[in-house]
């Protein structure tokens, strides 16, 4: 059984820093993606230098300072939930530098990360520059904020985005895969999923499989919990009462999103 779901944590890193979430290369298996969530409270600090590595850090909820190499950034962060569902503001911070992060609120941040070597320019993604798209119908609708969309040229390799699917409907579906990497058709993209659902002690389905079954996997997944999908397709089911956040990281060799539908379920498309 391949181990994709990764249940919230509660580890104190630092004084008023918890991570509850930790995905690195050596838990996941995965090769372009890593990823973290930290909480902080008011007045707390956080730290890293970043080698071979790129990072967006999305403010969740709460607002932050952030300085990289010595330059500031000020009063980072829009909302006090993820389900006021209006855009926040993140930061693309490049290989090689350092940065730091001072909560001015309690603060969820999350801290996406994917391998580069290029030396780019750090850059603040505000509220503003998201771009906002409803997808799907009938049954499968969602709401989604692109942060960090392939066509942005921003960083090296990483893609971020936001989606809001509401009570009864299905997100990332009909169920699509982008794993093998043949562009124009199709790339290749690893991918992790943070979920968080209101009310929090609800739960939602997701199933990772591919065309051969040999991954085939399906999951109840709780609030703060993470989903890696190394490869396959990857469909969201939320019960009804209860509605569903995620934040999704992607990162491949090379910075571009298209994907297939399982043939199967395609002709849900179609229907009038």
């Known amino acids: 059984m391949v181990n994709l779901l990764y249940k ?6 630092s004084n008023g820093v918890t991570v509850i979430q930790d995905l690195g290369k ?46 500031d950034y000020k009063d980072l962060g829009t909302r006090d939930s993820v389900f006021e569902k209006i855009p926040t503001d993140s930061i693309y911070v490049p290989s090689t530098k350092t940065f730091k992060v001072k909560s001015n609120t309690r603060v969820k941040l999350a801290l996406c ?35 960090l969309p392939d066509y942005m040229d921003v960083p090296e390799n990483l893609l971020v985005v936001e989606v809001y699917t509401d009570s009864g409907n299905f997100s990332s579906y009909p169920p699509h895969k982008h794993d093998q990497d043949n562009l124009p058709e199709e790339s290749f993209l690893e991918e992790t999923y943070y979920h968080e659902i209101d009310p929090k002690q609800g739960f939602v389905f997701q199933r990772v499989y591919t065309d051969e079954r040999d991954i085939d ?12 999908v190394p490869k396959g397709y990857h469909p969201v089911g939320v019960p009804d009462g209860y509605n569903l956040y995620y934040l999704n990281v992607m990162a491949g060799p090379k910075r571009k999103w298209k994907f297939n539908n399982d043939k199967d379920h395609e002709w849900i498309l179609e229907r009038d």
């Open 217 to 228: 996997e399906t999951m109840a997944v709780e609030h703060q919990d993470c989903v890696s």
């Open 113 to 147: 990360y994917s391998n580069s070597t290029k030396v780019l320019d750090t850059k603040v993604i505000r509220a503003k520059d998201n771009d906002i798209e409803h997808r799907g119908q009938y049954a499968n609708q969602r709401l989604v904020h692109n942060i």
């Open 8 to 13: 919230k944590g509660d580890k104190k890193i």
């Open 26 to 71: 050596s838990t996941t298996g995965l090769d372009y993606v890593q990823f973290k969530v930290i909480e902080m409270d008011e007045g707390a600090q956080y730290e890293e230098a970043l080698e071979n590595t790129e990072l967006c850090a999305v403010v969740l909820t709460g607002k932050v300072d952030v300085t990289v190499d010595g330059e």
